[in-house]
């Protein structure tokens, strides 16, 4: 008589792919899969926006940490909303994963895509944001809608934002990327 131990058991269920295989697989590699897929598109739109956008390069360079949004899509015909995720980096490494939703209405009609960056100037903007559970977008934001060619810089005789929004990268045909109003939730790892 044979004996079927709980090892071989798992091992026959994986090798048949069954139901056991597909929970351990769904519980350890999607998410994962989710913030790789965040790291790269992140990585990417940093290079864009630094290649492409002038003194974003000082920004990232003097931000205490800074919040990359690759990938905005954004709806609307009277009502509508946007949805992106993306990442916290301090100091060119990833601490947290945060995804923004805006609910908008007015006179809107269409569809675009955009990215879009935070720079926490100072410890004070940085640390708010971290410990807050989900953060809005206020009146502290120097915000910058960047066309092509379009300069972003420093001028250190004014005093600085607590944090500066600069958003690229828009393609679509609804009129006017805005991230007033935006909600940032951290993402449960």
Request: glycine share 14%; aromatic share 10%; with cysteine.
């Amino acid at each position: 008589m044979t004996e079927i131990t709980r090892r071989a058991f798992l091992a026959g269920t994986a090798a048949c792919g069954g139901p056991g295989l597909a929970i351990a697989q769904s519980s350890s590699t999607v998410p994962s899969v989710r913030f790789r897929r965040i790291e790269n598109q992140v990585k990417s739109a940093l290079g864009f926006m630094t290649q492409r956008v002038p003194g974003t390069r000082d920004l990232l360079d003097r931000a205490n940490g800074v919040l990359i949004m690759p990938l905005i899509t954004k709806a609307g015909f009277t009502f509508g909303g946007a949805y992106g995720e993306g990442a916290l980096q301090i100091r060119g490494v990833t601490v947290d994963y945060y995804s923004s939703l805006q609910a908008t209405f007015g006179l809107q009609f269409g569809i675009q895509q955009y990215s879009h960056v935070l720079f926490f100037m100072t410890p004070e903007a940085l640390e708010g944001f971290r410990l807050s559970s989900g953060w809005q977008l206020g009146a502290d934001i120097e915000y910058v809608l960047i066309e092509e060619g379009d300069y972003v810089g420093l001028d250190t005789t004014v005093r600085l934002p607590s944090v500066i929004g600069v958003v690229f990268g828009q393609t679509g045909v609804l009129l006017g990327a805005t991230i007033e109003g935006t909600k940032y939730t951290r993402i449960a790892r």
